[in-house]
């Protein structure tokens, strides 16, 4: 399976730099979401995680009112491209200790994949074979 069927229903928020910590933590919060992409004139220069809210806003003391986006993201963050295999985004994660990658096409933000969704999937397709196996073991014949 590739990212772009991974995400295709998907209603990204985007935040722009210029907005503050405590209006895209609310928007995360409300949404259940770990990161967000952050865009410039639309195009993609950061991303916002929990994890940075927590490095570079709570642990330094700063006030998320107002402190903007463009001080605390994660600058340039690696993209991966909407045709990418699962695996190869599971092994991304595992070599950069992400848990949220944006999703590009030619330059263009589509959406984030999370390891969470990615894990998610597994275990479906997982539980999908489990039936098979267990529907093809009742229904072969006593010999």
């Given at each position: 399976?590739?990212?772009?069927?991974?995400?295709?229903?998907?209603?990204?928020?985007?935040?722009?730099?210029?907005?503050?910590?405590?209006?895209?933590?609310?928007?995360?919060?409300?949404?259940?979401?770990?990161?967000?992409?952050?865009?410039?004139?639309?195009?993609?220069?950061?991303?916002?995680?929990?994890?940075?809210?927590?490095?570079?806003?709570?642990?330094?003391?700063?006030?998320?009112?107002?402190?903007?986006?463009?001080?605390?993201?994660?600058?340039?963050?690696?993209?991966?491209?909407?045709?990418e295999?699962?695996?190869?985004?599971?092994?991304?994660?595992?070599?950069?200790?992400?848990?949220?990658?944006?999703?590009c096409?030619?330059?263009?933000?589509?959406?984030?994949?999370?390891?969470?969704?990615?894990?998610?999937?597994?275990?479906?397709?997982?539980?999908?074979?489990?039936?098979?196996?267990?529907?093809?073991?009742?229904?072969?014949?006593?010999?």
């Open positions: 399976m590739r990212i772009c069927d991974l995400i295709k229903d998907q209603d990204t928020y985007q935040a722009d730099l210029g907005h503050t910590v405590l209006e895209t933590v609310q928007v995360m919060v409300e949404h259940n979401i770990g990161a967000v992409p952050v865009t410039h004139n639309g195009k993609l220069v950061g991303i916002f995680s929990e994890r940075d809210l927590m490095k570079r806003v709570v642990a330094e003391g700063r006030d998320p009112r107002s402190t903007c986006l463009a001080e605390v993201m994660t600058d340039d963050p690696l993209t991966i491209s909407m045709n295999d699962l695996e190869n985004c599971m092994a991304l994660m595992r070599r950069h200790g992400f848990r949220h990658l944006p999703v096409h030619e330059g263009q933000l589509i959406g984030i994949v999370s390891l969470r969704d990615i894990l998610l999937h597994d275990l479906d397709e997982k539980d999908d074979e489990v039936r098979m196996m267990r529907a093809y073991i009742h229904s072969t014949p006593d010999a």
